[in-house]
């Protein structure tokens, strides 16, 4: 844990020229105005629609294994609770 506090903090504290001295300079045929997705060319098009459904498929997925994972930890403490009732005399 304190490795990773000082690590955060060495990256916090590194001067900002050290950081973005490791990235390219802009290059000059950087497109400065608006072109429809029509006008590029087919390589630079990205298809929106696969990655629209993986993402609603991850969500889908994610939220069902987060369901199923409540179900197993409400039923096992439901067990917990019965075998604890047992146990325990009533007054």
Known sequence: M???????ALI????????????????PTVQ???VPVS????AEQLPAAPLLIAAYAFVWV?????VWS???RLSR???DLADLQRRV???
Do not use: C, G, N, T
């Open 12 to 27: 916090a504290l590194l001067p900002d020229a050290v950081i973005h001295a490791q990235q390219p300079p802009p290059s």
């Open 62 to 66: 994610a939220l069902m294994v987060y």
């Open 77 to 79: 403490l439901e067990r």
């Open 2 to 8: 304190k490795r990773l506090v000082l690590v955060i």
């Open 39 to 42: 006008a590029l060319p087919q």
């Open 70 to 72: 409540l179900w197993r």
């Open 32 to 34: 400065e105005e608006f």
């Open 89 to 91: 005399p009533k007054l």
